[in-house]
């Protein structure tokens, strides 16, 4: 009888969970997130005599006009404006100070590795040294320190929060007793606004998290919407979804991947690849979307009923598109710890709130009775337009209209004759007659110089494209 095979539940169902692949880079990033997640209480401590200390850096002798608070949930808050954040290049390094606080000899900690628990451009995690992270220890003594950094980095000064949870991993190391592993989880949260004192309060209470929903069932809006009528002709296939959220690394070792790249192949778009290239590239946006509006799920918020059937929800950054949440878009509501939620239709969006409507009678209900009743938030990621551009990628080649996209060399050969001339008269927009390029793009187009394949006309917004018909 064959012994049965355990499967990975943090990486795939399909991931035999052997010693190879918890050794892997994917499996270790997510157990650690899914520690972080779980147990980000007891992991933010300082314990077994390791000690972290986080302090933001100078930059330039420029003296730091901000207020950086830890609080009790293991946070490391700058408060800043944004002329001092552009006094510092738009870079600030936080310098993250590991000590072993044990005093006796012998007990020494190796710190084993370290990173941010989720890929964000603005962040970025390195040793000075070049040791961790290559797949080498740093041994601390008694009393020992070793200095990380963690930076934050901005191509130009925006005015919002940023925040990233980061780890240290260590071991211990006594030889008379059993080594043990364990990990330090902290987050740093970056506020670059205007009135400082104004905003310090709202820092570290942010409703959004980025926690999935597991063994979680929807019950449907009573309210039909047009968003709500989510197609799904081309649905992400299941089993690619994996691997898209790695981004089609070659490093990604899965035969799903050896998949994708061969319908890929040759890494630009053919006649023979046009579908499966721009469905595949389609897919991808689609996931960076999921992913992009996962980070706004709200968790321990409240809801305030409007009228009987209408309820609303206060979201932070509306005004900044963060969520870009729009009229008919589908929310899903569920009571904190309860694995049943209910799906709504927002009918109406301002600065700082929606309205939600179609909601299950029983959660309205239970809001209007207990106000205070904390609410989990998913909002849910618009599908129409991607379902659009699956249909006109499929319609290209069912109407065979992509043999003019790659038409074949001996269309060369057939001659042009140059027949129309135009008259000022002729034209729609008399103006563009005396515009060499615009009257020659005319000229060109109604005389078909490119025999049957298509015209591109390119040009800056308020150049006359919209003239271009016949």
């Not at 800043?80 to 606080?101: M, S, W, Y």
């Not at 309205?355 to 239970?366: M, N, P, R, S, Y």
Request: aromatic fraction near 10%; include cysteine.
């Amino acid at each position: 009888m064959a012994a049965q095979i355990t499967t990975c539940v943090l990486c795939n169902d399909d991931q035999p969970l052997d010693e190879f692949h918890i050794r892997t880079s994917e499996h270790i990033f997510n157990q650690l997130l899914d520690t972080f997640q779980k147990r980000v209480k007891s992991h933010r401590s300082s314990r077994n005599g390791i000690e972290l200390k986080v302090e933001v850096q100078q930059r330039n002798g420029f003296v730091l006009d901000f207020s950086q608070t830890p609080d009790n949930k293991g946070n490391h808050i700058l408060n800043i404006t944004p002329e001092a954040f552009q006094r510092h290049n738009n870079k600030l390094d936080f310098l993250c100070t590991v000590k072993n606080g044990r005093t006796r000899r012998g007990d020494d900690i190796l710190i084993t590795s370290g990173g941010i628990l989720h890929p964000f451009p603005h962040y970025s995690f390195k040793d000075p040294n070049g040791i961790v992270g290559q797949q080498r220890f740093v041994q601390l003594g008694a009393g020992e320190s070793y200095q990380l950094i963690v930076s934050f980095e901005l191509a130009e000064t925006a005015v919002s929060n940023f925040k990233i949870p980061f780890y240290i991993s260590f071991q211990t190391f006594n030889q008379t007793k059993a080594m043990k592993g364990f990990s330090i989880c902290r987050a740093i949260i970056v506020s670059i606004h205007n009135n400082i004192a104004e905003d310090i309060v709202e820092i570290g209470k942010s409703p959004f998290t980025h926690n999935k929903w597991e063994d979680v069932s929807v019950i449907p809006a009573t309210t039909n919407s047009f968003a709500a009528m989510r197609p799904d002709e081309f649905p992400i296939p299941k089993k690619y979804f994996r691997t898209m959220i790695y981004g089609l690394r070659r490093d990604f070792q899965d035969g799903i991947l050896g998949e994708l790249l061969h319908k890929l192949n040759p890494d630009y778009v053919t006649r023979e690849n046009y579908c499966d290239f721009f469905h595949i590239l389609l897919w991808l946006e689609e996931t960076s979307c999921i992913l992009g509006i996962s980070c706004y799920n709200m968790e321990d918020v409240r809801l305030r009923c409007i009228t009987s059937k209408v309820l609303e929800l206060k979201v932070p950054g509306l005004a900044e598109k963060r969520p870009s949440v729009l009229k008919g878009d589908c929310i899903q509501l569920k009571v904190q710890g309860d694995h049943q939620a209910y799906e709504g239709i927002i009918r109406n969006v301002t600065d700082s709130t929606v309205e939600i409507d179609g909601v299950f009678k029983g959660l309205v209900d239970t809001v209007a009775e207990d106000p205070e009743t904390n609410i989990d938030v998913r909002f849910m990621l618009r599908r129409i337009q991607f379902e659009r551009m699956h249909q006109g990628v499929k319609q290209v080649v069912a109407t065979g209209f992509v043999d003019n996209l790659f038409p074949h060399e001996s269309l060369l050969n057939n001659p042009v004759h140059e027949s129309i001339t135009l008259e000022q008269t002729d034209l729609h927009n008399q103006q563009i007659y005396d515009n060499a390029e615009q009257i020659t793009a005319v000229h060109k187009i109604i005389n078909k110089t490119s025999r049957s394949v298509p015209y591109v006309v390119w040009g800056p917004p308020g150049t006359g494209k919209v003239e271009f018909y016949v």
